[in-house]
Every structure is written in structure tokens, then in C-alpha cells.
């Protein structure tokens, strides 16, 4: 499941020879090991024993069955398990107090933030530089937001943490993120026959309803597991491969007047519509911010109180775009991929196909840049 | 058991001798020694009070020690009963007055060149804007060669926690905070300024040696306060500038033209650069 760098390839690494990978890997049998060649193909299989004294490590297939690595010189095996528990007592120490010991988003301290932390358990973030179909962030794009934080919100940087620790957190948040997926799925698989209301509308004793739920559970559960977590496993995968970050066609338009309100049309026009949330002067106060929309994940029932909702069930408000601070970067770049693939588990929706022109969306980039500085002497 | 309290007495000031003593080798002192010009001065104005009241609070005890000691066994002589004399209270109460006088007269060069706008160092430049948010410290500097301003420039470079200044010359921050009251401390440069709500204080130092200072929060801000880790990286003119046009190229980044630095590079980028 876990691709090891390719950049960093070496003959064996420390995590599978320090002291303190030791014990946490006799633990374990069900690890992970991961090979990867410098190509950045890798292959992952299951730790079946590894003693960390004489570095013998035997690995088992998905199945169960013995299998060879076949390692070459040169390629990087990496054992992940003690990779995560530095992880997680990082997370703990760092993060653990908003964003909640299973990653629900609902630490201690989360009730006093109007933005509130962000709950990993539907492998959703905002701020990706994927394209808009691929649902989840890559490793690169978590490291990035730990690393600089998120400007405007109670999501502070971690500038100065080692880029190793980052990297085991990082790891960390990916597993959480995992975990809340495997049992959201698992849950909704359960619902079908089994949600509360379901259980209190039949009619047989209650050993009846569970014997036949152990039944069930006996006959599918293990392929229902493997499905869900191959699902993840893609899901995931796909994330983190080259070809699915988005990269402009062409180099940036210069920002100039001309190019400026090129974007300024089509930020107010009819085409992309962004005005009608974040208003004609990007305020952030458009038509769409009164309206009454469905609530998140439950369509056709309308909330009671006006706005937009992001699928974490919050309140979301389209960007004051005149304050000039950009949550997910403000390098042309981060523009260009926010509008090009929106910003996931939010309403605004992705505009790569909608603003397809050459240029189109580097023009709205350059304008949303200036908005800060409209109406004001530039420069010097 | 009746000579306790000359032995109680005389126990504070030998404490408080061998502590002094002892300290600096033990780690229990400065961190590290000044690291600036005016900390060299700031230490110099500690070190003389300590000196003053080393002094007085050995001296007094030291006599109390003594006058009890002798007062054990003396069981002929009458005390001498100083209660009410004029004399001695005026002259306890002008001589600490005079001390102080001369303390605050002494030390008076080193605040205003500290505090005081119009007596900072000549030639002190505003190298960038630092606001202080619960909890880390947004960083903001003007593109290279172009000067600070008070409001956010169209070309200015952002960054967060990490501090780059040359070394060698007085520089100054615009100190603000976003929402409450913080403080900038550089312990080994011993700078400490509160940022304060509404008001933008300049705050000036000098880094004499390159190398990779602290930088905390001295107020405590809330629960995160501990988190307020920075750094400030003091380096070379032109490792500055060129930091500067590092933050500047990845600022630009349109995903195409430049190779991608990530956050994390920069923040390396300085520490190889200083070796
Ligand atoms: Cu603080």
C-alpha cells in the first residue's frame, strides 16, 4: 500500500535497522513492506517475520503464501510500522488537541475555532495540487500544509519540525484517514440490512436477528473488507502519482493590465460565475452566500439557516478575496490548481473544463491576485 | 541549638556565593553569551546590579550573622538599642535612593538606543514585518532591493516561523500581533518586546555572528503558547539576498517555469548555506 521515495534509494534503510524499529516490528505481523525501485515502480507485501538483529525479513503475499522479494541492489525496502508509531506519537503531541485522537476533527481545543479542524475521515482536504477526479491529496501536498499551515485559520505551521518527523506524520494523518474511510464504508456496507431503524422494524427474536447477522457477517465480510480496502488502497495510490497533479499547460500569463481584466470578466461573468459567491468585487458576500441550500450529503432537504456547506456539514463562506490571504498558498500555482480543480470538500466546484481557453485561468489567477490591491498604489 | 539563627543567617549568603559560583558551569546561566552588541551591554547593566546587590545582601547578613553570633555568649554586655535614630534612618534611606538613582541614570544609553526610535543605531534597516498570531509568528518582507512598507506590497514575500537577517548590522521588524498580546524574545540576542493588539513597535537588533538563533513567544498567549517556535537565521549579505530571491522564485512558482521548492526546502536552504 505505502510507496517508498524513489529518490531516496539506498541499500537499507534505518528504519528497518535502528534500535527503536526493533520492537515495534516483532509486534507486528501484518506490516507492511515496500519495495521500490529507482524507476518508482514499487511493490508492497506483508511483513511475516522480521528480526531486526540479523535483518532477516520474510514477507507473505496478499493471500497468506509465502512469497520472494525480489529485491536488487540499489532498491529501498522500507518496513512502515515503526514509521507510524513515530507518527503517532508526533500527531498526539501536535495535533492530537484539534484534530482529535481518531482524526475526527473534534479535539478538546477544536470548539473554540470558527473554522474548525479538519475531520481526515473522509480522506478529504481542501488544498490539493491533484486534479479535480482524483479525491484525494498526495503525500507531497500534506507535508506542505503541515509545513506552512493554513494562513487565516487556527491551522498553524510546523516550519520547524524535521522534514523526517513531518514525513512520519504525514504518514500518520494518511493512515487515520484510512481508518475513518474502512469504517465508513464498513458502516454503510452494515446499514444496508442492519441501521438501527432497520433492526427495530423486524419482527424476529433478537438471537434470530443475530445469529443471521453473524451469518452475514461469516459469508462477507472478508470480501467486503478486501473490496473497501482495495478501493482505498487506488484510491490513494492514484494520488500520489505524477501524472495526476496539475500542471498548467502553458507557463504563466504576465500580469498584465490587459490579462488582468480578461480575468476580471471572466471572474464576473456568466461563464465561470465566480461572483456569485464570492460577490463582483470578491468580497466573498455574492448571491449564493443568502441562499438556502441542501444540506451537505442529504440532498433535497434544505437547511434551515443560509449559506454554503462544505461536506463536513460547516458553514463554509466563499473567500474574502480583497484580504489577500490564500489558505491553501498564494503562489500563482496555488490559484491555478484551486480553481482548477476547486477546492475539494467545498462547493466550489473544479473550472479546468469550464475556463478551457489557453490562458483563461492564469488570466483570473492574475486578477485574483490584484483584487488586494485594487483601487490602491501599487508598488514602490 | 541557641547558635541556629547566626548559622541560619550566615547559610543564605554562603548559598548564595557558591550558586553564583557554580552556575555558569553547571548551565544554569545565560543562554550562551550575547550574541549582539547591545545584549553585550544588557548583560554588562546584569552583571553590575548582581554585583550591587551580591554585595549588600552578603554584607547585611554577614553583619547579622555576626552580631548574633557574638550576642550568644555574651551574657554581660547591654544591647545597644538603636530604635528611633534619626540619624540611621536617613541614612538607609538615602544611600539605596542613591543606588537606585545611579542604576536608572546608568542604564538610561542602553534603553533609549533599545526602546526609543530616534536613538536607534544609524543606518538600522527594516528588514521585514513580523506578526505575531496564535501560535506562529507570519512573516512578511519586502521583494529584493525594494524597501519595507507599512502595507502589504503586490511583490512582498511571505513566509512563517523562520527569520532571515543579515548579520553585522542593526536591522528592525515591524512587531505586531494579530489577536493578543505576545512577545518577541531572542534569548541569545536578549531581545524582548511585547506585540501588542493595534500597535506596530519597531524593534531593532544586531546579530554579531551568522548562525541560527531562537526565537519564542515570552507571553503566555493561550494554550498553544508553546508552539510559537521560530528562528531567526543570521547570514551574510548576500546569503540573505539570495534568500530572499529563493523565497521570491518560489512565491512565483506558476507550476511550469521554475523547478518547485517546497516550504521545507527553504527552510533548509538557510542552513546550508551558513556551513
Ligand atoms: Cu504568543
Redesign the pocket.
Known sequence: MFVSSPSSVTESNDESSGEDGADASDARTSELADTSSGEGESESYRVASYDPASRLLSVVNENGVPAQLSVAKGDNVQILGPALQEGRNLYLRHCMHCHGVSGDGAGPTAQYFKVKPRDYRQGVVKFTSTKANVPRPSRDDLFRIVKLGVPGTYMPSFMLLPDEEVHAIVEYVRWLAMRGEMERKLNAWLSLDYSKEAVADMEEPAEEIESAFAEAWADEASDNITQFSEELQMDWQEADKEENVVVPPTERVPPSPESIERGRKLFQGNKAKCASCHGLTGKGNGPSTESFNDLPGQPGVKSDKAGLFDIWGNIVKPRNLTAGVFRGGRRPIDIYRRIHSGIKGTPMQAFGSTLNKEGEIWDVVNYVLSIPFENKQGGH | MNKFWPIFFMFWPILAIVSFVIAPGMDWWFPGPAMSPLGEQIDNLFYLILVIVAVTFVGTHVALGYVLWRGVDNKDQKAWFSHGSHNLEILWSIAPAGILMFISLYQLDVWMEFRVKTHFPEGTTPVAEVT?R??EWRIRYPAPGKKLMTTPQSDDLYTVNDLHVPFGRPVSIRLRSMDVQ??FFLPELRVKQDAVPGAVIPVWFEASKPGEYDLT?A?L??WG?YK?RGRVFAENESGFEQYLETLQAEQNFDGVTQPEHTGAQIAEYGIEDSQ
Request: charged share 10%; net charge negative; proline share 0%.
Open positions: 505575531a496564535q501560535f505576545h512577545a513567544c507571553e498567549c493561550g503558547h510559537m
